[in-house]
């Protein structure tokens, strides 16, 4: 993506706190922008998320404490209590969300919504908190989160920039599939 040095924060933020990705490169791209701008980073890969054992993988990647109550309630005051001075803000990246949101799209929505919501919190304190979420759906969408539509990041923001594209893999091995 191509962005100005100091502006890929507000670039997302313009549009609300969650942006979407199907492009693992050009997600790794940006996570490097924001390594790079003082940004504490939590990378999860929600793949195995369910919503019988949301909570508790919440707990774990989230780095909660004991007393999270493992409920929504709970996710919101723990999530606003992250946030830490000592960094310009905290990116939460989501990878495989589609799997999650096929099993349980209220589940999905209503933990994306918490995000955009503190996210707002945060900006109170002159801090941000975004959320990038990786889909390997192309044409996968949100309703309304948190008071905001997400929206695919600018590299993306077209249907046929998704579609059909040759992705490649992060991994070593056979070449990479068409999409």
Partial sequence: ????????????????????????????????????????????????????NFHKKVKENFNFPDYYGENMNAFEDCLSDLLNKKYRGLLIVLRNIDIIAEQDRNLTEGFLGIISSISRRWLLYSQFLIGAIQSNDPDIHFGTLGGEKPLWNSDEWFDEDRRNKIIPSPYTGPPPELL
């Avoid at 040095?5 to 933020?13: K, V």
């Avoid at 549009?15 to 940006?30: K, W």
């Avoid at 490097?32 to 019988?52: C, P």
């Fill in 1 to 52: 993506m191509i962005k100005n040095e100091n502006d890929l924060d507000m670039l997302i933020l313009k549009n609300g706190s969650i942006v979407m990705y199907h492009n693992t490169v050009i997600l790794e791209e940006d996570i490097k922008w924001f390594e790079k701008s003082r940004y504490e980073i939590l990378d999860i890969n929600v793949q195995n998320w369910n919503s019988k």
